[in-house]
């Protein structure tokens, strides 16, 4: 099955600086990505995704990119503000081939005012 | 508000119990994802229901078992609890059976297993 390692576990970053995390998948044939935000104590929420035919995609301050020749894809956080302090789980999946959905162990982000 | 509740919000048992957890999805969403999230197997896809269908099956274990019903609300069985199934249970919903579709979360359930 999917294997998705993400790092790093943890990142403290200066406010206003960016922040990165990357992931990668041992699948060739997962073509979907999704990036969750977790505050603590409660749900997972979308914050951006990404198809295999396509190899980056932005909404406002944030963008994900995927290389899937190296089977990589990686967050971007740019101006980072204190409420982007959460977990961000990364996530891989093969749409259309039953929707299995395989996560990432989480990078614990703190933005340091 | 995501718009998909869940009950109950805590539930407290001991192994070798059965519980049941619950879930409505949002209003006119036809798919429903379980996860499971613990700290050490951090978060986990256990299965999806798709309009009353089964459709896509993560790690679920045998003991646990699911359904999705006619008002498209569903429910996750899991019997003889183990101390290792104490975890929080977050259902999902999104409208259609593509797993690309935003899968909004509900709050989740915390189960503790004594």
């Known amino acids: 099955g999917e294997n998705v390692e993400q790092h790093p576990s943890t990142l403290s970053v200066q406010e206003g600086d960016s922040a990165v995390i990357k992931c990668t998948y041992s699948?060739?044939?997962?073509?979907?990505f999704p990036w969750y935000k977790q505050e603590l104590g409660k749900r997972p929420q979308l914050i951006i995704d990404?198809?295999?035919?396509?190899g980056e995609k932005k909404d406002q301050r944030i963008a994900v990119t995927l290389n899937k020749t190296a089977k990589h894809f990686s967050l971007h956080i740019t101006e980072t503000q204190p409420e982007d302090s959460a977990v961000y789980f990364c996530a891989a999946s093969s749409y259309g081939t039953g929707n299995q959905f395989y996560f990432g162990t989480g990078t614990s982000l703190t933005v340091i005012p | 508000d995501s718009g998909v509740t869940q009950t109950p919000k805590h539930l407290i048992t001991a192994t070798g119990q059965r519980v049941t957890l619950r879930c409505s999805p949002r209003?006119?969403?036809?798919?429903v994802y379980w996860y499971q999230q613990s700290l050490d197997q951090g978060l986990q896809f256990l299965i999806q229901y798709y309009n009353g269908e089964e459709r896509a099956k993560g790690n679920i274990l045998e003991r646990f078992s699911a359904q999705q019903f006619p008002d498209l609300h569903s429910e996750l069985n899991l019997s003889s609890l183990e101390l290792g199934d104490s975890a929080l249970y977050f259902c999902?919903?999104?409208?259609?059976?593509?797993?690309?579709?935003?899968?909004?979360f509900g709050p989740g359930t915390r189960l503790t297993v004594l």
């Open positions: 699948d060739s044939a997962s073509n979907y």
């Open positions: 209003s006119g969403d036809l798919s």
């Open positions: 990404i198809r295999s035919n396509v």
């Open positions: 999902a919903s999104s409208l259609r059976e593509s797993g690309t579709d935003t899968q909004y």
